[in-house]
């Protein structure tokens, strides 16, 4: 692991040179991952084999692994560390962060999503309204490097394309400036999700015992809680509520919110985290890289436009419109092998009909028209009816 400790080492005389401003971070952070070039001298497993057969690991940072899957650290600092960040599945909310540094992909590649948040309401320090707008969406490949900055001025969102991919991380401890490290919902809600305490802790836990026991008095015990508690408390327990699927149940006690203006902000909050919830649960059991692209893009692309110059710029070999409609044609193929009553059953994993051609006639036709839409005989079509009904193909239609 020397290469990690070149790198810890060159930048602490770099910041001891800049006399540790706190603003000087991020810079130095960047060149010098970008000088180390680590990719070129280290794997993934070169660092999994280290952490397994260490005889002595630094001070290990984000122990619970809130973030990562798990993260390791290989380097520990007295203002700063150096983290490996292992991803299989993993999926991050729309964040910001509580420090400074900067990011390279050590191994396979990602999709980062930038936004904006214009705040419009303070409610308290937990929970901001506001207005949350995309700015960006791009690939992320091996050795891509991208600067982390404190706060609101720099807000995304990564999903990993490959299993395993992994990142390496240059960072601060923290940067009290920053204030708190707040997830991001659309269309615009903020919420210091990373507040830990006990009682709100042992309350998401017992509405989680709600929720699984399926108790007689849930719908009223769950309403007497979400009348009285916090924002904080009744957002993280309407979002562990929703997860029951019961969306009139979820809708009447959103409307039991004392706050009408925060009703709504939740309301929408959970609608969309419903649709991203959505396409995360597939994303587990779809491993061709090309297709975790195409779900990354339905997730955060800012439209059917959009969407089809990244797919552009990801295969060169054939117009954009082919390749999603040959996406959408494997995707709708894919099946999960599973015994139901003793019988094979076999459901897709996106939850669509198996592709007929008439509709991916009319997909083509809809994606190279810009939107125009197709014949009424094809635009009735089995799969481009359901692409269309479907919450997690909205962005095509958009």
Known sequence: MKPFVELGDAVELAWERAHHAEDAFTQIAAEQLAAANLPGQVSATDVLRWGLTTRALPAQHDVDATFGQPPLTVF?????????????????????????????VLEGSSVQARFEFEPRRRVNEDVVLGSLLGREVGLLRRGDIRPIVAGRAFIHSLFHLERPSATIVVRTYSDERAGPQYNYYRPGLAVNQLRREEWRERIVQLTALLERGEHPERESLEGALIERADPLTCFVGLR??????????LARLVGRVQD????????????????????????????????????????????????????????????AADTIVRWVDELSRLTLKLQAGGQAWEPSVVGLPAADEPSLRALRLFLEGEGVEPPADLATAPLFRELRRMPMFQGLFS
């Open 240 to 249: 562990r509520i929703a997860r029951s699927g019961d969306q009139a149940r």
């Open 76 to 104: 520990a600092g007295r203002r700063f560390a150096i983290m490996v960040l292992f991803w299989l599945d993993g999926t991050t909310t729309i964040h910001q962060h509580s420090f400074s540094g900067a990011f390279q």
């Open 260 to 319: 009408p203006e925060l009703a709504d902000a939740f309301g929408a909050a959970l609608h969309e985290a419903r649709r991203v919830d959505h396409v995360i649960s597939r994303r587990a059991n779809v491993t061709d890289p090309g297709h975790r692209f195409f779900l990354a893009l339905l997730m955060n692309a800012l439209g059917r436009r959009h969407i089809l110059e990244l797919v552009a710029a990801y295969d060169i070999s054939a117009p």
